[in-house]
Nanobody, 114 residues
């Protein structure tokens, strides 16, 4: 079954860093504009970073300058490097195409402590 698998989350102190990975068992990461999304309980899932098919990268204002999205086509894997983490970055992080066309994976939990 083709699916997305996110990993790399964990507990980190504010100001710390994490690198999230998103592997896809097919080739969707390589052929689509991909995004990282995050969700906290009671709120809608929000898009925080995008890498387009052409390689352009876009970020929501709250993570600009701190998060970097990238992908390795050879590994069909999407990454999110998160630096200078803040308490507000705590959430469950997911990856998907820009149009949310794939079945959601389980996500990976990011917890930020003060």
């Amino acid at each position: 079954q083709v699916r997305l698998t996110e990993s790399g989350g964990g507990l980190v102190q504010a100001g710390g860093s994490l690198r999230l990975s998103c592997a896809h068992s097919g080739s969707a990461v390589n052929t689509n504009s991909m995004g990282w999304y995050r969700q906290v309980p009671g709120k809608q899932r929000e898009l925080v970073a995008v890498v387009t098919r052409s390689g352009s990268k876009h970020y929501v204002d709250s993570v600009k300058g701190r998060f970097t999205i990238s992908r390795d086509n050879a590994k069909s894997t999407l990454y999110l490097q998160m630096n200078s983490l803040k308490l507000d970055d705590a959430a469950r992080y997911y990856c998907n195409t820009l149009g949310r066309t794939l079945s959601w994976g389980q996500g990976t939990q990011v917890t930020v402590s003060s």
